[in-house]
């Protein structure tokens, strides 16, 4: 695997991510590549650009993320092209998307120049509303109504079935995002590597379950003005009984991997 062009992305108003990222920046420059840093980190030798979103034009070999999901989850959805990430947590929580620790950044340079590296594939989703087609979602799309005294009624359509039923909201999550939030609503984990989506109804009047779908189209509508969420970071708004179309995106997540591991991210959660 190439490295000739890698950009470094620090975890937003983290000093402690902005320290580690002019180290590996300079690791990554000793073994000769090009290093593009985002504002305000900067070091001698690479290229500083001020935002993440100006990666996506830079033809990048590898873009190297220093701080926890967030960060990760923010980067994908700057990003154009099938471009693979290597996942360093760095002041996270829990880290569960994160591949490596600081300490492990030699080891993993080493092996990415030896091809010695597995580029795991991940499932995104993307929602639009009359053709407006907003940010991507590597985890989860969340469709709330506005209104909280009010309850909603939601109307989901997924093949050629419909379910119809009042919900505070309903969310509709990658098996990425299996460990994430839908998880904490009672929905199942999925293995990263299944091509399904998982349809997890929000405070349902009759307990509806989970369901889990093939990840083709899936059509929302509801019945008040409601708020359309991705990853828990990008919130657009949509009127009431406005169709909300949520397919497959065209362009997947790639992670760098050192080794082959499947439901790793459910080891992270101690099962």
């Known amino acids: 695997m ?3 062009r890698v950009a470094i992305v620090s975890k937003f108003g983290s000093e402690e991510s902005e320290n580690v990222a002019k180290k590996v920046a300079k690791k990554f420059l000793a073994n000769k590549a090009e290093v593009f840093t985002i504002a305000p980190v900067f070091v001698e030798g690479a290229k500083k650009i001020d935002t993440v979103d ?4 830079k033809k990048l070999d590898l873009v190297v993320t220093l701080g926890g999901d967030g960060t990760t989850l923010r980067t994908f959805r700057s990003l154009t092209s099938e471009v693979p990430l ?3 947590n760095v002041g996270g929580n829990r880290g569960i998307l ?3 620790t600081l ?3 030699d080891a993993a340079i080493n092996d990415i120049r030896s091809n010695k590296v597995w580029l795991d594939k991940r499932t995104r989703v993307v929602a639009s509303v009359g053709g407006q087609e907003f940010p991507p979602a590597l985890n989860e799309i969340y469709i709330n109504r506005q209104n909280l ?3 909603a009624e939601f109307e989901i359509k997924f093949q050629n079935d419909v379910v119809k039923q009042k919900m505070d909201g309903v969310m509709i999550s990658t098996p990425s995002g299996s460990t994430g939030h839908s998880f904490s609503l009672g929905g199942p984990i999925l293995h990263e590597s299944l091509d399904v989506l998982i349809i997890t109804p929000v405070a349902p009047v009759r307990r509806l379950p989970s369901i889990v779908v093939p990840d083709e189209k899936i059509q929302v509508i509801c019945s008040h003005d409601c708020n359309i969420v991705m990853d828990a970071q990008v919130i657009k708004a949509c009127d009431f009984e406005e169709p909300i179309v949520i397919k497959k995106h065209k362009i997947q997540a790639v992670f760098v991997r050192l080794k082959r591991q499947g439901l790793r991210q459910m080891s992270k959660l101690g099962f």
Do not use: A, G, P
């Open 149 to 151: 005294t009010k309850t």
């Open 86 to 88: 290597l996942t360093i």
């Open 98 to 100: 994160s591949e490596i």
């Open 103 to 105: 300490d492990k950044i």
């Open 2 to 4: 190439k490295l000739n």
């Open 54 to 57: 100006e990666i996506s034009d």
